[in-house]
């Protein structure tokens, strides 16, 4: 499965709820989300729209790597 490639950083942090993640602040136009599944993990999302393809394979990549998913499996799991 492709990275979307419209999507944006709150669009993101919605997808992202699936897996537990929670906004835990705001900061300018940032947002850092936490989940406490599988052990405390944190990430930092830009609010830009569309998320540069790099920047949202960075997140996807660190994600995939807190929850030992596979790349694919991630994606059928927020997106398919």
Do not use: C, W
């Amino acid at each position: 499965m492709r990275l979307p490639r419209d999507l944006s950083g709150s669009d993101l942090a919605h997808s992202l709820r699936k897996l537990g993640y929670s906004l835990t602040r705001q900061t300018g136009s940032h947002l850092r989300l936490t989940t406490y599944e599988h052990g405390e993990h944190h990430l930092t999302i830009p609010l830009h729209s569309p998320l540069r393809i790099g920047t949202l394979s960075a997140i996807l990549a660190d994600v995939s790597t807190h929850f030992k998913l596979t790349r694919e499996r991630l994606l059928e799991n927020l997106f398919g």
